[in-house]
């Protein structure tokens, strides 16, 4: 059972960054794509980012494009989030999750870190 420890939450101003990173525990966390999902007070978690077991392949929700970006380092079994250009609406408890292949499900969370992003 991998067990995922996100880190790096907090608060900042507008316009601001921060980078979240995810540890994983495991031999296996190369061999699996890494994503993040966010969840807003009274709205249903969404997908943030995800990315390929290599690194070598990413997607971003259009509302984070050109702001977030998604990396790994395999042999630190971590998967960061930096984020930028960051609004209100980016005010979220933020998780990783593990996923066993594209279009599969999400099998693995972590306990969420939260960002709050002022105005």
């Known amino acids: 059972q991998v067990q995922l420890v996100e880190s790096g939450g907090g608060l900042v101003q507008a316009g601001g960054s921060l980078r979240l990173s995810c540890a994983a525990s495991?031999?296996?966390?190369?061999?699996?794509?890494m994503g993040w999902f966010r969840q807003a007070p009274g709205k249903e978690r969404e997908f943030v980012a995800v990315?390929?077991?290599?690194?070598?392949?990413?997607s971003y929700a259009d509302f984070v494009k050109g702001r977030f970006t998604i990396s790994r380092d395999n042999t630190k079994n971590t998967v960061y989030l930096q984020m930028s250009s960051l609004k209100p609406e980016d005010t979220a408890v933020y998780y990783c999750?593990?996923?066993?292949?594209?279009?599969?499900?999400?099998?693995?969370w972590g306990q969420g870190t939260q960002v709050t992003v002022s105005s």
């Open positions: 495991g031999r296996t966390f190369s061999t699996y794509r």
């Open positions: 990315i390929s077991w290599s690194g070598g392949s990413t």
């Open positions: 999750a593990r996923q066993r292949g594209a279009g599969r499900s999400y099998d693995s």
